[in-house]
């Protein structure tokens, strides 16, 4: 009974066990007023099962009709891939995030390429572009699933022995 007790608590530490780890790069690209698209790369990451890119920039004045695109390339496809717009106002700093589609996370792995591109007549300055990733973490009850799968195989061993 006592064995019984203690896998039970093995188990059920297991299963409320697994946090996701973050990973941070950030790199800061570009100063100054530019008209032209600035293209950059992240270092890279590793495997992951999400990633957030969020960009820092000044003047982005969207309100009145500025869209900056922003765009990574992704290998697979060999192609740049939308991510979406930076949105702000005039005069003023502000982050814009954007959540990654899964077929960029390979990309994320092996280092992000990504390229703002201002839209005609429109400057973009001062831009920090940081990516995020969440590691893939198996879920507490994959390891009670797996606990319990042993205790299966241990009993299965067990009433073998005592048969024979």
Same mark, same amino acid.
């Given at each position: 009974m006592k064995n019984v007790l203690k896998a039970l608590a093995l188990v059920a530490a297991l299963a409320t066990a697994g946090t996701a780890s973050a990973t941070?790069?950030?790199?800061?690209? &570009?100063?100054?007023? =530019? @008209?032209?698209?600035?293209?950059y790369s992240h270092h *890279?990451?590793?495997?992951?099962?999400? /990633?957030t890119l969020d960009i820092y920039a000044y003047d982005i004045d969207?309100?009145?009709g500025e869209r900056d695109l922003i765009e990574a390339f992704d290998a697979a496809t060999s192609s740049w891939?939308?991510?979406?717009?930076?949105? &702000?106002?005039?005069? =003023? @700093?502000?982050?814009?995030?954007?959540?990654?589609? *899964?077929?960029?996370?390979?990309?994320? /792995?092996?280092?992000?390429s990504v390229r703002v591109s201002p839209n005609s007549g429109w400057a973009v300055q001062t831009i920090t572009s940081t990516l995020t990733t969440t590691a893939a973490v198996p879920e507490g009850d994959t390891y009670a699933l797996f606990a319990a799968g042993l205790g299966v195989l241990?009993?299965?061993?067990?009433?073998?022995?005592?048969q024979a």
């Open positions: 941070v790069d950030s790199v800061s690209p &570009g100063y100054g007023y =530019t @008209y032209n698209s600035i293209t *890279a990451l590793g495997a992951s099962s999400s /990633a969207y309100s009145s891939l939308t991510v979406g717009y930076l949105t &702000g106002a005039n005069n =003023t @700093y502000s982050t814009t995030s954007f959540n990654l589609a *899964a077929g960029l996370l390979d990309d994320v /792995a092996t280092g992000l241990g009993w299965i061993g067990r009433r073998r022995k005592t």
